[in-house]
């Protein structure tokens, strides 16, 4: 088959994507990776083909001008996880009034009309998307392809969605509003398809989260795949190579909050101050620009600009992090306890249920002082059964297929879509 994956510039999105992607390819299957210029340099460095399409977004940008980039700039749908009784409908309607116009339009309006002359040029047989990227379903559907979202996090989209359109068919016909479909429908018409709800969730949808941590819609079609942790271009330095002399600790705030406007959501200075009083090696990860304000620091703690998590967190005893999906998922997958201080998007319900199954302990950042994280980090090291909990729920990870073992099934699903929907 010819697969197409595709996600607006950001990198998180297209590095929970890129084993996968290899997956697919080293199966046999033509694989292409379609996003804006910014991200050509990241797929093209995970070895992949990359199609440049349209220009550059502008969200972040927005964002920091905005003042909204230190809060949670997805807090309309934010409250997707919690019972369906508890979310009413002025607050499914007014998200979806809010996130549409500054978020889904502003990042794949950029890029969905050569989006969809590549799927014209390329034909591709599936297309793979991140479920913001809602330029790949009205591309995929222009060709007549299958197509399908692939989640990083919970299914906070899908879960809203089938919220939303459930309330919306009670309403009286004159009262119904949906910003998504119309603003999707205008999308299509321009490239002669018709809207149809498959645009908002694919045919069906790739989850990558264990059970304990997963949301899902009702009705949607789901396939479950084990996150592959994939950092990018990387270097295992020699200091690794070798098992730490006493317990090792991981403080991480993300590489990414750096790269934006925004920077970090709490003191790193504070936070290494506090972490280097433990009897521990402290490893902490901070942007080059931010290291010189933290001063002379003990012989505990190593400052670094850049370590891959993937081979770090393997030989640490604990790690603090801001809750992003590339943390939290690797230190899953090392079954290394964490402390998560989350800030944006699904963070801020992924991290409550991590510390529910004994794997790690929950600080918000207005709780995350330097003492307080000092000591829950004491308590992860100092109390087995967080350690023996981050185990369990590394196997939780684990049972799941990977990416290899999920492609029989991707191909199962396109040939069931094909059988009854051949290309346009």
């Given at each position: 088959m010819r697969i197409l994956l595709s996600c607006y510039a950001e990198k998180t999105g297209f590095f929970s994507m890129a084993p996968l992607a290899w997956a697919l390819r080293t199966a046999g299957h033509e694989v292409r990776v379609a996003s804006q210029p910014e991200l050509v340099d990241a797929i093209t460095e995970a070895g992949l083909p990359a199609v440049s399409v349209g220009r550059d977004h502008s969200l972040w940008?927005?964002?920091?001008?905005?003042?909204?980039?230190?809060?949670?700039?997805?807090?309309?749908?934010?409250?997707?996880?919690?019972?369906?009784?508890?979310?009413?409908?002025?607050?499914?309607?007014?998200?979806?009034?809010?996130?549409?116009?500054?978020?889904?339009?502003?990042?794949?309006?950029?890029?969905?009309?050569?989006?969809?002359?590549?799927?014209?040029?390329?034909?591709?047989?599936?297309?793979?998307?991140?479920?913001?990227?809602?330029?790949?379903?009205?591309?995929?559907?222009?060709?007549?392809?299958?197509?399908?979202?692939?989640?990083?996090?919970?299914?906070?989209?899908?879960?809203?969605?089938?919220?939303?359109?459930?309330?919306?068919?009670?309403?009286?016909?004159?009262?119904?509003?949906?910003?998504?479909?119309?603003?999707?429908?205008?999308?299509?018409?321009?490239?002669?398809?018709?809207?149809?709800?498959?645009?908002?969730?694919?045919?069906?949808?790739?989850?990558?989260l264990p059970d304990p941590l997963r949301i899902r819609a009702r009705g949607l079609h789901y396939l479950s795949m084990r996150h592959i942790p994939y950092n990018g271009r990387s270097v295992t330095p020699p200091w690794l190579w070798a098992p730490p002399e006493r317990p090792r600790v991981c403080l991480t705030l993300g590489v990414s909050a750096m790269g934006r406007a925004y920077g970090y959501s709490v003191s790193v200075g504070e936070l290494v101050e506090s972490l280097a009083e433990l009897d521990a090696e402290i490893v902490a990860t901070v942007a080059e620009k931010e290291q010189d304000a933290l001063g002379t620091l003990p012989d505990n703690v190593r400052v670094e600009s850049f370590v891959p998590l993937h081979a770090l967190l393997p030989h640490c005893d604990a790690v603090v992090h801001h809750g992003g999906f590339g943390s939290t998922f690797t230190a899953i997958a090392s079954g290394t306890p964490q402390v998560a201080i989350p800030q944006q998007f699904d963070a801020q319900a992924i991290a409550p249920r991590i510390a529910a199954q004994g794997a790690g302990i929950h600080?918000?950042?207005?709780?995350?002082?330097?003492?307080?994280?000092?000591?829950?980090?004491?308590?992860?090291?100092?109390?087995?059964?967080?350690?023996?909990?981050?185990?369990?729920l590394r196997r939780a990870a684990e049972a799941l297929p990977s990416p290899g073992a999920l492609v029989p099934a991707i191909e199962t699903a396109v040939s069931r879509y094909t059988a009854v929907a051949p290309h346009a």
């Open positions: 940008r927005v964002l920091a001008a905005q003042g909204l980039a230190r809060g949670n700039p997805v807090a309309p749908l934010d409250q997707a996880a919690l019972p369906e009784e508890e979310v009413s409908w002025e607050y499914l309607r007014d998200g979806f009034r809010q996130v549409v116009p500054w978020w889904f339009r502003l990042v794949n309006e950029p890029m969905v009309d050569d989006l969809v002359d590549f799927c014209r040029a390329w034909r591709p047989d599936l297309v793979l998307w991140d479920p913001r990227t809602f330029a790949a379903p009205v591309a995929a559907e222009a060709v007549g392809a299958a197509h399908a979202r692939l989640t990083w996090g919970m299914d906070f989209y899908g879960r809203a969605r089938r919220m939303f359109t459930d309330r919306l068919g009670q309403l009286p016909e004159q009262d119904r509003e949906d910003p998504l479909a119309d603003w999707l429908s205008r999308v299509a018409e321009r490239h002669g398809v018709a809207f149809d709800e498959t645009m908002t969730h694919g045919h069906f949808t790739i989850d990558q600080l918000t950042t207005a709780q995350a002082t330097g003492d307080r994280v000092r000591d829950a980090v004491t308590r992860l090291l100092t109390d087995p059964a967080h350690t023996a909990s981050a185990g369990s």
